[in-house]
Nanobody, 120 residues
Framework: QVQLVESGGGLVQAGGSLRLSCAASGSIFRINAMGWYRQAPGKQRELVAA???????NYADSVRGRFTISRDNAKNTMFLQMNSLKPEDTAVYYC??????????????WGQGTLVTVSS
């Protein structure tokens, strides 16, 4: 059994900052790529940022320069530092990871989501 648990969401005023965390646990052999996605009400889920096991990163144009993705491979944890938040960043943020498990091989795993609300 492998799971991802997000934390760090909440309510913040426009211009403020939040830091999201995603912790992986369970029968993990290795974690390959990880990413943050978000889904706003009435919209499709979209990729916010992604990071490889070697820490190469990729960002959506809408967050580049404001958000920073990082990971701690030793602790199977990923982070998203969000600065200069805008009301349009309001969404449920999901953690995603490609995990090689010790029992059944490859799994794509999603977290349960954490709500970020940015007030104007």
């Amino acid at each position: 059994q492998v799971q991802l648990v997000e934390s760090g969401g909440g309510l913040v005023q426009a211009g403020g900052s939040l830091r999201l965390s995603c912790a992986a646990s369970g029968s993990i052999f290795r974690i390959n790529a990880m990413g943050w996605y978000r889904q706003a009400p009435g919209k499709q889920r979209e990729l916010v940022a992604a990071i490889t096991s070697g820490s190469d990163t990729n960002y959506a144009d809408s967050v580049r320069g404001r958000f920073t993705i990082s990971r701690d491979n030793a602790k199977n944890t990923m982070f998203l530092q969000m600065n200069s938040l805008k009301p349009e960043d309001t969404a449920v943020y999901y953690c995603n990871a490609d995990i090689i498990t010790t029992a059944i091989g490859y799994l794509e795993v999603w977290g349960q989501g954490t709500l970020v609300t940015v007030s104007s």
